[in-house]
Nanobody, 116 residues
Framework: QVQLVESGGGLVQPGGSLRLSCAAS????????MDWYRQAPGKERELVAV????????NYAAPVKGRFTISRDNAKNTLYLQMNSLKPEDTAVYFC?????????WGQGTQVTVSS
């Protein structure tokens, strides 16, 4: 079955960096585009970044453009999100997501807290 496991979150000061990982299994990872979402307390889950199955094409939400980079290693079945110049408003639980045949699959999420 599809399994998505995020890791790499933590507490970081404003201006700092983190790299999130999402280990995927149970499907042919290289065949599907993948997404990162985040959900802050009291807010709806929002799309952060998307990447095509080959990794050649990416897109970003306006609040993170220029600071975050989505990438993938299809040989390792792993999705990444490099987050630089972090701001307090980036504080959220971050999720990776697969949409396969109209069904959304989510990991358990990893908490990112940006605070001094």
């Amino acid at each position: 079955q599809v399994q998505l496991v995020e890791s790499g979150g933590g507490l970081v000061q404003p201006g700092g960096s983190l790299r999130l990982s999402c280990a995927a299994s149970g499907f042919i990872f290289s065949s599907y585009g993948m997404d990162w979402y985040r959900q802050a307390p009291g807010k709806e889950r929002e799309l952060v970044a998307v990447i095509t199955n080959t990794g050649r094409n990416t897109n970003y939400a306006a609040p993170v453009k220029g600071r975050f980079t989505i990438s993938r290693d299809n040989a390792k079945n792993t999705l990444y999100l490099q987050m630089n110049s972090l701001k307090p408003e980036d504080t959220a639980v971050y999720f990776c997501q697969l949409n396969r045949n109209g069904v959304n699959y989510w990991g358990q999420g990893t908490q990112v807290t940006v605070s001094s």
